[in-house]
């Protein structure tokens, strides 16, 4: 409906409740009672706040003719209708006569309200993406150079005989949490048979891991290290397979000239002076220790004096040990020496190893730091020996 309609509609609304209104005037006028005086007056403000509130929706009518609304002729009719009803009703009651008993009573019909529609709010507009935060610069990579001795066991396609000399060497880089081998090279009887920097034509399935320990003297560190490079390939590129914990590794090629060449190697690599490339290795308990007792078959003799080296790894819980004493390793040589281990505020405080020779390929060991002392146990075939070594006072962790 045009506003304009709307607005006429309404007036003539008022209008009929002036009509009305005057009627019940005249209807108390005969009756002349004070209390229906005052309902009278009552109505009439109530009119009065009719005629305001019809003003104000012409005024607003007038300021939005120039863009289009939701129309308010349905909801602002139901108000005055309600109005007009309870006009109706009060008229009623002023001039019919007082009920006689209750059962004269009229019940009352409600007026159920027209439900006025609400505006839905657009959608605000979606936030803007915050630029990604600049991430951290890496700490600067810790290098090494690590090399093994190695001596070749079989070998076909190549001139090499069983006995001759090979060396390792990986480029080793690590910023405190793990190791990576940037570059690995073979060298044998003065021949490369392997490259990592040779041209690969074909696959590669990579993988390394590399772990440090701290050498025999201080300031220096000892690596083992796994190593392959494998895949269905052709061109220079040779492939490996090395494991320096199992002490073995071999190099091939598959296309021409093909070639096959086994190694032995040592398990860790020669000392290598430097900071360490693990923050876990900086950690590592360095003591001096002498034997106190024995028992059985034991390789360590009462008063032989031992060394004893702690490096706690990036895996929780591991150490790398290592305890020699009278110039035998009496622990970590028949294995890679990981044991569990107990680090408390970046120092070792307890390791242990429950497994013999027989289950784990070195002695059973307990070493608690706080009372310095550490038992050795073993069970070989002349049977079960025992030693007991006492840790030198005065020696602290190395930092």
Request: charged fraction near 25%; glycine fraction near 8%.
């Amino acid at each position: 409906m045009h506003y304009r309609d709307e607005r006429d509609a309404l007036r003539g609304r008022v209008d009929s409740l002036q009509e009305q209104l005057a009627t019940a005037k005249r209807e108390l006028e005969d009756q002349r009672d004070d209390d229906r005086t005052a309902r009278v007056a009552q109505l009439e403000r109530q009119m009065a706040d009719a005629r305001r509130l019809l003003d104000q929706l012409g005024r607003e009518l007038d300021q939005v003719r120039s863009r289009p609304r939701r129309s308010l002729f349905v909801p602002v009719l139901a108000l005055i209708a309600g109005l007009g009803i309870c006009t109706s009703v009060a008229a009623y009651l002023l001039v019919r006569p007082a009920p006689e008993a209750a059962d004269d009573a009229v019940p009352y019909a409600g007026v159920v309200a027209t439900p006025v529609p609400v505006p839905i709010d657009p959608a605000p507009e979606p936030a803007p993406t915050p630029a990604p935060a600049t991430p951290a610069p890496e700490a600067p990579a810790r290098t090494a150079t690590a090399t093994w001795k190695a001596t070749v066991t079989r070998a076909t396609g190549l001139p090499l005989a069983a006995g001759a000399t090979c060396t390792v060497e990986a480029q080793l880089a690590g910023s405190g949490e793990k190791i990576r081998v940037p570059a690995l090279q073979i060298v044998c009887g003065g021949t490369p048979i392997y490259s990592s920097s040779d041209p690969l034509n074909g696959m590669s399935r990579f993988s390394s891991g590399v772990e440090e320990d701290s050498g025999a003297a201080p300031g220096t560190h000892v690596y083992a290290i796994s190593y392959e490079d494998k895949g269905d390939r052709s061109g220079e590129r040779a492939e490996v397979s090395l494991d320096s914990i199992r002490k073995v590794g071999a190099v091939w090629r598959d296309s021409v000239p093909a070639y096959r060449v086994e190694l032995k190697l040592p398990y860790q690599s020669a000392p290598v002076k430097g900071e360490p490339l693990l923050d876990a290795t900086g950690r590592a308990l360095r003591r001096t220790a002498r034997v106190t007792a024995s028992s059985g078959p034991s390789p360590a003799k009462v008063g032989a004096r031992c060394t004893l080296r702690v490096s706690p790894l990036a895996r929780p819980g591991k150490c790398l040990t290592r305890l020699e004493c009278g110039g035998r390793m009496l622990y970590g040589a028949g294995t890679t020496g990981v044991s569990e281990c107990t680090v408390e505020q970046d120092q070792v405080v307890r390791v242990h190893d429950g497994n013999t020779t027989r289950n784990g390929g070195d002695p059973a060991l307990d070493l608690d730091v706080a009372t310095g002392t550490i038992a050795v146990r073993d069970e070989v075939a002349s049977g079960t020996w025992t030693a007991s070594v006492q840790l030198d006072p005065g020696a602290k962790q190395d930092r």
